[in-house]
């Protein structure tokens, strides 16, 4: 490697008449790169300015470093030196524009590296300005994989400019359509590629195919058949309405009626995921600790947190605010299994997203914005011991304990589920004789065509309609509204469940085919809220 630096810095272009010496030191000099930060689900532009000036040798990053960034200084001065360049002993000053947007990882090793190396003349800057440059360096001058590489491609392809990843990274930062990304094994291949002496291709995803599994979730064997599940046959159907509609559900039953079980089915019946949604997606999964794994392209998430998380890990935060569970499950599912288990606290944080579609973590010096269009799926136990209503009549809860750990789910939180349903235990006809079960794919054929009546009727799942909306695509006839409006006196519904009720309808209104909301439909949805979760 060592004799690579010097090749690269002898192909610099032929210096004109009027320049000075290559031998006449410069007072100064100037390099300009960009690169991206991530703020929430942003990735704002961050220009890296490297200054050479005369004086003492010294290292300045200035432009709000976390510590991270800011141990960069002997990570570059390392890597420089290994590839066989010379790191220059003079005053060395970085800047990390704009000031006030806090930087933090590594990402910023590469462009500071390479600014150096043309501040100093060891590489050319007119090819500089068509790239955006982000990665980790080794000592050894190879390059290390960053958080968020989707996420800061997404916004750097809308603005024009390709963009040099480590190669570990390019493989998720390609999935973006339309985006230029180079793979860079190690600093000294990016310094080949801008001098024109080995340029570096152009990422193909083709030439790495994801595999099969991982393109389809319905056809996917990491997804879990619906068949699987024995009896179950309204818990089932809840589950289908619940698919076609986006709407939120809850399963309250006894240990080892199957709840955890219907939910797991819930990604393997959902409609494919539309190049945005999968984007969108990715892009969060990208940014968050533990990265995207290419491998589930497509598949829509789902996240499946203790009830020990707190409210940070659920709606996110931190003094850089990362995406919690909620961000996560971005177009795809969370599972809160235990429900009353989890703090009454955390449980709260719930609400406004759950009307929103989004999440908002303000801090005392920053601001980030989150999406959480995500669809909630939580099981309970009936009471504390689990066993109300079980036909062994095994419980001894007495009415005080049962309110008081249905109480641990406060009212507010459950007028915003749409669907909530008693899951009753599976009998021995279904277990050992029963007939066999609808597969997954037969039930999500009839959940994806009526989805898409949905959005040719409206642009949007049912669920994600708004009070304008419901008046409009929801409205019952003779027979429905007559029903519902005994509904509202005998079950007492809150205007918010009233207008839940009308969504629903309207989804099993689709999966039946109908253009009219029938007192059939209303009948059923209103089933969908017969459980009373104070009681």
């Given at each position: 490697m060592s004799a690579g630096g010097p090749e690269l810095a002898t192909s610099e272009p032929a210096r004109d008449a009027s320049d000075p010496a290559p031998t006449t030191p410069r007072v100064s000099a100037v390099a300009v790169l960009r690169s991206r930060a991530l703020v929430g689900m942003e990735a704002p532009p961050v220009t890296v300015e490297v200054h050479l000036a005369s004086g003492l040798p010294s290292f300045a990053l200035v432009g709000l470093p976390e510590a991270e960034v800011r141990e960069a200084r002997e990570r570059v001065r390392a890597a420089i030196v290994n590839c066989g360049f010379e790191f220059p002993a003079r005053r060395i000053t970085v800047n990390l524009a704009p000031a006030e947007l806090p930087k933090e990882s590594g990402r910023f090793d590469l462009p500071i590296a390479l600014g150096i190396l043309a501040a100093?003349?060891?590489?050319?800057?007119?090819?500089?300005?068509?790239?955006?440059?982000?990665?980790?360096?080794?000592?050894?001058?190879?390059?290390?994989?960053?958080?968020?590489?989707?996420?800061?491609?997404?916004?750097?392809?809308?603005?024009?400019?390709?963009?040099?990843?480590?190669?570990?990274?390019?493989?998720?930062?390609?999935?973006?359509?339309?985006?230029?990304?180079?793979?860079?094994?190690?600093?000294?291949?990016?310094?080949?590629?801008?001098?024109?002496?080995?340029?570096?291709?152009?990422?193909?995803?083709?030439?790495?195919?994801?595999?099969?599994?991982?393109?389809?979730?319905?056809?996917?064997?990491?997804?879990?058949?619906?068949?699987?599940?024995?009896?179950?046959?309204?818990?089932?159907?809840?589950?289908?309405?619940?698919?076609?509609?986006?709407?939120?559900?809850?399963?309250?039953?006894?240990?080892?009626?199957?709840?955890?079980?219907?939910?797991?089915?819930?990604?393997?019946?959902?409609?494919?995921?539309?190049?945005?949604?999968?984007?969108?997606?990715?892009?969060?999964?990208?940014?968050?600790?533990?990265?995207?794994?290419?491998?589930?392209?497509?598949?829509?998430?789902?996240?499946?947190?203790?009830?020990?998380?707190?409210?940070?890990?659920?709606?996110?935060?931190?003094?850089?605010?990362?995406?919690?569970?909620?961000?996560?499950?971005?177009?795809?599912?969370?599972?809160?299994?235990?429900?009353p288990e989890f703090d009454r606290r955390v449980l709260e944080a719930l609400r406004e997203p759950l009307e929103s579609g989004r999440i908002t973590v303000s801090r005392a010096a920053r601001q980030a914005d989150f999406p959480a269009q995500f669809q909630l799926v939580a099981a309970m136990n009936p009471c504390p011991c689990g066993y109300l209503g079980h036909p062994s009549g095994r419980c001894q809860c007495t009415p005080d304990q049962i309110a008081r750990y249905r109480r641990r789910v406060s009212g507010?939180?459950?007028?915003?589920?749409?669907l909530a349903l008693e899951v009753p235990p599976v009998t021995e006809h279904d277990l050992v004789r029963g007939a066999p079960a609808e597969a997954s794919a037969l039930v999500r054929a009839r959940v994806c065509i009526a989805r898409e009546r949905q959005l040719v009727r409206q642009g949007r799942p049912n669920a994600l309609l708004e009070a304008g909306q419901i008046d409009r695509h929801c409205a019952l006839d003779d027979g429905g509204l007559r029903l519902m409006q005994s509904a509202l006196d005998r079950l007492w519904l809150s205007a918010r469940a009233f207008q839940r009720i009308r969504k629903v309808a309207r989804t099993v209104a689709d999966l039946a085919g109908a253009q009219a909301i029938e007192a059939v439909h209303v009948a059923e949805a209103i089933q969908f809220r017969r459980f009373n979760g104070g009681a």
């Open positions: 100093s003349g060891q590489l050319r800057r007119d090819a500089l300005d068509r790239y955006e440059f982000a990665g980790e360096l080794a000592l050894t001058g190879e390059l290390r994989p960053v958080r968020g590489a989707l996420a800061m491609t997404w916004f750097a392809a809308r603005d024009g400019r390709a963009f040099v990843l480590p190669a570990a990274s390019a493989r998720e930062a390609a999935l973006v359509k339309g985006a230029r990304v180079h793979a860079a094994p190690t600093l000294l291949s990016v310094c080949a590629h801008l001098m024109g002496v080995v340029p570096l291709e152009v990422f193909q995803p083709a030439s790495a195919p994801l595999p099969a599994l991982a393109l389809d979730a319905g056809s996917s064997p990491a997804v879990a058949d619906l068949a699987d599940v024995a009896g179950q046959q309204q818990a089932k159907r809840a589950l289908e309405v619940a698919a076609a509609g986006g709407h939120s559900l809850l399963f309250v039953g006894s240990p080892g009626t199957g709840k955890t079980m219907l939910a797991s089915r819930l990604p393997g019946i959902l409609p494919p995921m539309t190049d945005s949604e999968a984007i969108e997606a990715a892009a969060m999964q990208s940014i968050s600790n533990r990265g995207f794994d290419p491998r589930h392209w497509r598949q829509r998430p789902f996240r499946a947190p203790h009830h020990s998380a707190s409210a940070v890990a659920l709606v996110g935060g931190g003094s850089l605010p990362r995406p919690g569970e909620i961000s996560l499950a971005q177009h795809g599912v969370l599972f809160l299994d235990e429900l507010p939180l459950l007028d915003r589920i749409d």
